[in-house]
């Protein structure tokens, strides 16, 4: 294995406002609010109507394709309404509404141990299904999907990923010290399904507990150990990941499967413990609050479909004086600016960043043009060009931008952006560009259908 990837920054990881807050569980009092589009692939349809009665547990809504995952209600109450409503994407997307009885009563069966000392590889995968688990890590790619590639013979290792390398976020760090038995047995369960794999798990090394917690209960497991990293942005990227356990290097065109990898966040795996053990489905995650603008910085246990308001609320709302001028879902590097608290969370939101200042507005202000000096390459962990790229993008020449720099490779990780000394906006560009390439794709692909 090697010691760490290519390229990475160390920006300031501000973890010390929530990293000693240990993890409390939150039930919301308003109404939830279930998007059908929660994960990669094609949205859930509703299998339920107005004025239905439902439980926590229960599906409201199914998988409509092989990409797709259930949709799990998170309340006991009546289904209010199926309507558009503003989600964090910012549009306006189909979604569940459901008027909350505050009574939280469990659908049947739920929450009950099971033997699975004779589970099958079937009855894991079909458990995994059911409970509508996706990547929790941030993508939520359908779990049942990636733990089901072609080939599992092949697999080598099973990586969980416990890294957290965004700034502030520190959720994960205090499930790993909480529930450390609990994800080395999800990881176990995994293993199950690739006799030829071996488990790692990595975690950086500014999180010491959850690295002695995870070893601590990785004792007499032969096939799994701990591997603790150096804390270096963008660490807990899957290729990044990759790159240091299993040594090899691919392109965003193949998956971890192709060569040999599979990799699951922490929090995954400890659904995948629940859904198994427990039949429990996935209705709720860990999430950071944090931030100079909040009030009371926590680490939280949420149910899906709880406003961001009433979150912020639950941990002493502002600063007194203090004013939001920025609420970021997800830490500073990837996360997406939110147009409104009044929105709901759902099974990927790993955090909530309310700022005072705007880091965007002030980089803005100070930007001149690019001084070729060459950190975004040397930064970057993809071993891209994002001057190059910047160019082309700049001048229109898409061709070049996907066919000479291999501009399409880029993972957004905004390690580029954050080391530009001219404030350069070089991710937001090069999101741009990739979504007018893949619009011009989808429109060929059309007319080729006419």
């Known amino acids: 294995m090697k010691t760490t990837f290519r390229g990475g920054a160390h920006p300031k990881e501000r973890k010390d406002l929530s990293e000693n807050a240990a993890l409390l569980v939150f039930d919301a009092k308003g109404e939830m609010v279930f998007p059908l589009g929660q994960h990669i692939g094609k949205p859930a349809k509703p299998v339920v109507k107005r004025g239905d009665p439902v439980l926590v547990g229960q599906r409201i809504a199914e998988a ?45 069966g739920i929450g009950e141990k099971h033997d699975i000392s004779g589970i099958t590889k079937e009855e894991i995968l079909s458990l995994v299904k059911e409970a509508g688990i996706v990547g929790l890590g941030g993508a939520g790619f359908p779990t049942a999907v990636k733990l089901a590639p072609r080939e599992p013979d092949k697999i080598k290792y099973v990586i969980a990923n416990g890294v957290e390398c965004e700034p502030y976020l520190t959720c994960n760090d205090q499930l790993m010290q909480l529930k450390a038995a609990e994800i080395v047995e999800g ?70 499967a192709d060569v040999g990898c599979i990799v699951d966040n922490v929090g995954t795996l400890y659904a995948i413990y629940r859904a198994v053990v427990y039949h429990e489905p996935l209705f709720s995650h860990v999430m950071t609050v944090s931030g100079d603008a909040v009030k009371n910085p926590a680490n939280l246990i949420v149910r ?64 001149t043009a690019c001084l070729h000096c060459g950190r975004c390459t040397t930064v970057c962990p993809q071993g891209l060009m994002p001057q190059m790229m910047a160019e082309a993008a700049e001048r229109g020449n898409l061709e070049r931008y996907e066919k000479k720099l291999y501009g399409l490779e880029c993972i957004a990780c905004g390690t580029c952006t954050y080391i530009c000394p001219a404030k350069r906006p070089l991710t937001q560009v090069f999101k741009q560009v990739k979504s007018e390439i893949l619009a011009a794709r989808r429109a060929a692909a059309a007319g080729g259908k006419k």
């Open 64 to 108: 409509d394709g092989f990409v797709s995952a259930h949709i799990i209600s998170s309340c006991s109450g009546k289904v209010k309404a199926i309507e558009k409503r503003r989600t964090i994407s910012g549009a306006m997307l189909e979604c569940v509404v459901i008027e909350n009885d505050g009574l939280y009563t469990m659908a049947e």
């Open 187 to 256: 990881l176990e369960i995994t293993l199950k399904l690739f006799p030829n794999a071996v488990g790692v798990i990595g975690i950086e090394r500014n999180k010491p507990k959850a690295i002695e917690a995870m070893r601590k209960a990785c004792q007499g497991k032969e096939k799994i150990s701990v591997l603790d990293l150096p804390t270096k942005y963008p660490q807990g990227g899957e290729r990044s990941l990759i790159q240091v356990v299993a040594g090899v290097d691919f392109p965003t065109s193949k998956l971890p």
């Open 304 to 367: 899906d479909g709880t406003s961001f308001r009433e979150i912020m609320e639950e941990c002493g709302g502002l600063k007194e004086g203090v004013t939001l001028k920025k609420a970021l879902v997800g830490g500073p590097m990837m996360g997406l600016t939110l147009s409104s608290l009044d929105i709901p969370i759902h099974k990927t939101t790993n955090g909530l960043l309310l700022l005072s200042q705007d880091e965007n507005e002030i980089a803005e202000a100070q930007m």
